[in-house]
């Protein structure tokens, strides 16, 4: 006795997911290493963290940093995220050679004049 198939529907095609930019930033700690960023996230994080960063000594404590970037980067848009993006490029600015630390207690980091 045949049995007759019905043939098999298809999915419909997914429509497809705009493709993120990616940056590759950098770690002072993990030398020639890079990780894959968010670019639209880093380069917002970047641009915060350079206006925020003195150019003269003292420099800023990692906390006074922290209040910083909290501050320049609004909550509604990086929910808890701010201090992880603040960390994130700070080591990458510091591995570019455009931040540096000072290496007293506790440490400062100050942006280096260009």
Do not use: C, H
Not at 32 to 52: C, I, N, S, W
Not at 69 to 78: G, I, T
């Amino acid at each position: 006795m045949p049995t007759s198939r019905k043939p098999a529907k298809k999915a419909p095609a997914k429509a497809a997911k705009p493709q993120k930019r990616i940056a590759q930033t950098l770690n002072v700690n993990a030398p020639g290493k890079t990780y894959p960023r968010d670019a639209d996230k880093y380069e917002a994080a970047r641009k915060a963290f350079l206006k925020v960063m003195p150019t003269k000594a003292p420099g800023v404590t990692q906390a006074e940093m922290m209040v910083l970037m909290k501050a320049a980067l609004p909550a509604s848009d990086w929910g808890t995220t701010q201090g992880w993006w603040a960390k994130t490029v700070q080591l990458d600015a510091e591995a570019r050679g455009e931040v540096i630390r000072d290496g007293g207690k506790p440490l400062r980091w100050m942006r280096v004049k260009k």
